[in-house]
């Protein structure tokens, strides 16, 4: 059975869905003000195998993800830039998917944008003002008061009074309650707003996704995902939302991913120590960055260095070698490797684990190969590329990875025109001419290989 560690409760928990084989899955996407960062894609790529693995596991995923197209960040970005605030975050989403599409990742079953949901965030509000959750302050914004929810600090395990030490209401302060959050913001001269019974205005960002994955997944669902920042205040929020409006649990499990770090601090636009995933492209496959945010529990903490993703390189290269050059065959089924893959998976989604069973396949295939047993070698390399692919790793040719991709050097068409130009000269036994046009690949880091009357290239 899959056991998921609910953050709820602290715990490894039995999964057990609301609905026999299906899931209902809700992800905190980005804010889109700026390029999407490492700690962005180890949330996109956390989540994305998560998604994968269940649907391999034989559910009916829907899973959600949404985006975050209006709030003050997005407000000041578009001012300094003298553009709309909707040609700011257009350019961000594209880019975004632009950047998961490199990474692998899986388009959500719906990708919500906050401002296509206001009137769903105005009938939420009105709800929790008319319970007695949400009052309108004297500056026309709406806060919810924290202090009516019994179940507040549930999820952070915090408490109201541990929260209010050290606060303190300032003179011009218009909440009941410092730890009061707005659900509406009134409009200030100049801003985006949109009609609303308390005037013009826009929608705080806690209510955002209350608002999303009740429209879209039911007023309870099976699994709330985002980064370890998100616990609180935002998740916990959240909750206090979403229950004293709907009166009942909002979500059954709670999962979060553990944060990137870099000299031991979060990596984080606000520190301004990001790195962003096009600017790490440059460098590095998106399948290195994977498997380098792969290789870690997703709930760990994960140190970003140029050694980790060299360790993925070099890792991806050894499981490539061992799928390359097999003809094609399929996979066995219900092996004891794919049993223990499984098992290990279902254990909170343990992905380094899944990983070492990999490396138990590849050298298995060597093991074969050694014995001229290619029908085995073949199977096994179909295993491998099947249990690989459920976390979004090996989906390329083998040979197309050892030819690896242009950054600085030679277009892939350059260096075929180059290799037929030595073959001409070869066939012409002009040596001098072909150890010529071998040594300036050599030179660009492109490495020949002659077998069985043909030439093979890689990247070195």
Known sequence: MLKIYNSLHNRKEDFIPLEANKIRMYV????????????????????????????AAGYAVTYVRNITDIDDKIIKRANENAEPFTTLTQRFIDAMHEDEKALGILSPSYEPRATENIQVMLSMISTLIEKG?????SNRDVYYDVSKFAGYGKLSGRKLEDLRAGERIAIDEVKDDPLDFVLWKAAKEGEPAWESPWGLGRPGWHIECSAMSSTLLGTQFDIHGGGHDLQFPHHENEIAQSEA???????NYWMHNGFIRINDEK??????????????????KAEEIRYFMLNSHYRSPLNYSTEQLDNARASLTRLYTALRDLPQAAAPENTELEQRFRTVMNDDFNTPEAIAILFELAREINRLRMEQNQTAAAETGALLKKLAGILGLLERDAANWFKGEAIDGLEDAAIEALIQARLTARTAKNWTESDRIRDELKAKGILLEDKAGATTWRRA
Do not use: W
């Open 245 to 251: 409006c709907n009166g009942h649990q909002y979500v």
């Open 133 to 137: 959750y949400a009052y309108v302050g």
């Open 267 to 284: 990596m984080s636009k606000s520190l301004n120590n990001f790195f962003t995933i096009r600017d790490v492209l440059k460098t590095y």
């Open 28 to 55: 905190c996407g980005m804010t889109v003000y700026d390029y999407c960062h490492l700690g962005h894609a180890r949330v996109m790529v956390v989540f994305d195998m998560v998604y994968r693995y269940l649907q």
